[in-house]
C-alpha cells in the first residue's frame, strides 16, 4: 500500500512538473502572439497616417483610383500578420496535445 501511495505521489510531482512546463510553453507563446498583434497595429496604423498623409487635392483623383490597391495590400499585410499569428497557436496546441498523449501514456 505504501509502495502505491509513494508512486502516487511521484506521478502527481511528475504531472506537476509537467503542468508548469506547459504554462511556461503557454505564457511565451501568449507573449509571441501579443507581441505580433502589436507588430500589426503599429503596421496598421504607420501605414494609414501614410496614406492621409500623401492625400492632396491635386493627387486626390489619382489617389481614389488607387484606393482598392492600397486596401488590398493593407488587408494582404494583416492576412499575414494574422497568419503567423495562427501558425503560433496551432504550434502550442500540437505541443500541448503531444505532452499529454506523454503523460497520459505513462
Known sequence: LEGKVQAQRRAIDKLQRENQALREVRRSKDDAIQRLLNDLQ?????ASQDCRAAKTPATSMESDKN???RELFGVQARNRK???ILLVKEESEQQLWA???HCLDD
Do not use: D, N
Request: aromatic share 14%.
Open 67 to 69: 484606393w482598392y490597391h
Open 99 to 101: 505532452l499529454m498523449r
Open 42 to 46: 503599429v503596421v496598421e496604423a504607420r
Open 82 to 84: 494574422m497568419k503567423e
